[in-house]
Antibody, heavy 119, light 109 residues
Framework: QVQLVESGGGVVQPGGSLRLSCTAS????????MHWVRQAPGKGLEWVSF????????KDADSVRGRFTISRDNSKNTVFLQMNSLKTDDTAIYYC????????????WGQGTLVTVSS | QSALTQPRSVSGSPGQSVTISCTGT?????????VSWYQQHPGKAPKFMIY???KRPSGVPDRFSGSKSGNTASLTISGLQADDEADYYC?????????FGTGTKVTVL
């Protein structure tokens, strides 16, 4: 049974930092690229970051580039999102996901972790 | 990296069909046959409904179909059912990034 479990969310002041973790089980984590997708309260989905299966390639949304860093530890089946210089606009549920598409039929999402940036 | 444009809402009666459009540019929707569609019920994670423009993952009813023309992709739901009432998002690969649509609320009257 596939599971993606996020952790690390919480309340942080503007300008602060948080590190999100997502631990995977039930599939060959080290074979797949992983994404972070966020959803502000009452708003739509926003793609945040992607990391290739071996960590050699990363992509970020313009809105977080230079502030957020995605990384992974395949020995621990875990993907991370280091979030620095947080802004109130970063308040959202953060999902880690293995997105389907490009021929891949398997698509997995975690339950999400809430990040609130507020003074 | 602008969000793809979707209508804010569409509605239909049970048994009817509705179509949701997803308009991007030649850099995303028009440039790649990698458009996916997701269904999201309140408080739940998104569910994968269509991938690569028109393919259905196993378990998704054939009432759901996808297509693309130029810079616009579409999701059609035929034989609308009560449980189809949800938010729907398109998602496109764009080379150096991915982009989601603005989201469409489907209401079953």
């Amino acid at each position: 049974q596939v599971q993606l479990v996020e952790s690390g969310g919480g309340v942080v002041q503007p300008g602060g930092s948080l590190r999100l973790s997502c631990t995977a089980s039930g599939f060959m984590f080290s074979h797949y690229g992983m994404h972070w997708v966020r959803q502000a309260p009452g708003k739509g989905l926003e793609w945040v970051s992607f990391i290739l299966f071996d960590g050699t390639k990363k992509k970020d949304a313009d809105s977080v580039r230079g502030r957020f860093t995605i990384s992974r530890d395949n020995s621990k089946n875990t993907v991370f999102l280091q979030m620095n210089s947080l802004k109130t606009d970063d308040t959202a549920i953060y999902y880690c996901a293995k997105l389907g598409g490009m021929g891949a039929t398997d698509d997995y999402w975690g339950q999400g972790t809430l990040v609130t940036v507020s003074s | 990296q602008s969000a793809l444009t979707q209508p804010r809402s569409v509605s239909g009666s049970p048994g009817q069909s509705v179509t949701i459009s997803c308009t991007g540019t030649s850099n995303d929707v028009g440039g790649y046959n990698y458009v996916s569609w997701y269904q999201q019920h309140p408080g739940k994670a998104p569910k994968f409904m269509i991938y690569d423009v028109s393919k259905r993952p196993s378990g998704v009813p054939d009432r759901f179909s996808g297509s693309k023309s130029g810079n616009t992709a579409s999701l059609t739901i035929s034989g609308l059912q009560a449980d189809d009432e949800a938010d729907y998002y398109c998602c496109s690969y764009a080379g150096s990034y991915y982009v989601f649509g603005t989201g469409t609320k489907v209401t079953v009257l």
